[in-house]
């Protein structure tokens, strides 16, 4: 796996339905690392709430999905199959200043 922070690639847990997740990481601390912090995605999400941040097909998704900052997790490696997109600067801005507000961090 070369991911690096702001690639979004597919997570296929075993048992579970696949999804698409966003690497939180930065690129040099990944090889060292089992697990890495990503973002979920869900297509149900609601567009008014702030730790959310909404990717589309501009971005290289196939359908509209919104990144969940409240559920980000630390990931298996393994388990991350294929990446689907990287996602630019300004969309990584909107995705901090989420996590910021889903984790109480200023």
């Known amino acids: ?3 690096a922070r702001g690639e979004v690639w597919l997570y ?3 048992k579970r339905k696949p999804r698409p997740v966003l690497i939180m990481v930065r690129s040099e601390a990944i090889e060292r690392l089992n697990r890495i912090l990503v973002v979920p ?3 149900e999400g609601r ?3 702030p730790t959310q941040v909404w990717i589309d ?4 998704m196939r ?4 990144l969940v900052l409240d559920e980000t997790f630390a990931a ?3 388990f991350l199959t294929h990446r689907i997109t990287e996602l630019g600067a300004t969309k990584m801005d909107e ?3 989420a996590l910021n507000l889903a984790s109480g961090c200023s």
């Open 12 to 14: 296929e847990r075993p």
């Open 41 to 43: 995605t869900t297509t």
């Open 95 to 97: 995705v901090c200043r």
């Open 47 to 49: 567009r008014r709430i």
């Open 76 to 78: 298996r490696k393994d």
């Open 57 to 60: 097909e501009e971005d290289g």
């Open 1 to 3: 796996m070369n991911g």
């Open 63 to 66: 359908e509209p999905s919104a």
